[in-house]
């Protein structure tokens, strides 16, 4: 059975719904924590989400809450969408009439073509308290750098490298014996929280996107 949750209201023509599009690469559990909070934000529809990455562990999980899911082809590069895929990437999204575009462990920057097709409308989480750490394994870099606290950032993406704006973080104490792993996991759970709670302000109108 379709869920009444995730496929009505915007496309019924509700400009108060705020329409989101989830972007992943892999595991995916921040948008499984977005998609099991969404009754708690009526507000937000889950449009789709597209990974870029055929088995993707996200897929199997939006498609187990019956939300419009897919793979897209990235093309041949490793860390960016070429122009095709870009091209495949915007329309797609349009088709959907994605307000807001997550990006939750989307592996691949986002040039400027794709973001101004979304101009202020694509958030991202990452593992740090940008503009600490950014890129790659940050809780490592965290530890190696000897922080005493670490956490999350949801910011607004530009063409950098977790360099855009930050829209608000999360931290975490950094522990005696903590090592990447279990840092990863404390902080994972503050993510979990963080990204649901400006998803929902977003859709609220106390956070203003573009
Ligand atoms: C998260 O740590 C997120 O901050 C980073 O990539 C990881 C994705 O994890 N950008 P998941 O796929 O949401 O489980």
Do not use: W
Not at 135 to 155: D, F, I, M, P, R
Not at 172 to 190: G, H, Q, T
């Amino acid at each position: 059975m379709k869920d009444p949750v995730s496929s009505s209201a915007g496309d019924t023509g509700d400009n108060d719904v705020l329409r989101i599009a989830i972007l992943i690469s892999g595991r995916g559990s921040n948008m499984e924590a977005i998609l099991k909070r969404r009754m708690t934000m009526p507000k937000v529809r889950v449009v789709c989400v597209i990974s870029d990455n055929p088995s993707a562990k996200g897929l199997q999980i939006a498609k187990n809450f019956d939300i419009d899911n897919l793979y897209l082809d990235p093309g041949p590069y490793k860390t960016k969408l070429d122009p095709a895929a870009e091209q495949r990437y915007i329309e797609y999204l349009i088709s959907k009439k994605a307000d807001l575009i997550c990006l939750a462990g989307f592996m691949r920057l986002i040039k400027d073509s794709f973001l101004s097709a979304f101009p202020g409308r694509i958030i991202n989480i990452h593992p740090s308290l940008l503009p600490k750490f950014p890129g790659l394994n940050a809780q490592k870099q965290a530890l190696e750098a000897g922080e005493k606290v670490s956490g999350c950032t949801v910011h607004f993406v530009d063409s950098g490298i977790d360099s855009g704006s930050i829209i608000r973080q999360r931290t975490v104490p950094i522990l005696e014996r903590d090592n990447p792993d279990k840092l990863a996991s404390r902080i994972l759970k503050e993510e979990h929280i963080l990204y649901s709670e400006i998803i929902k302000e977003i859709s609220q109108k106390k956070i203003r996107i573009g």
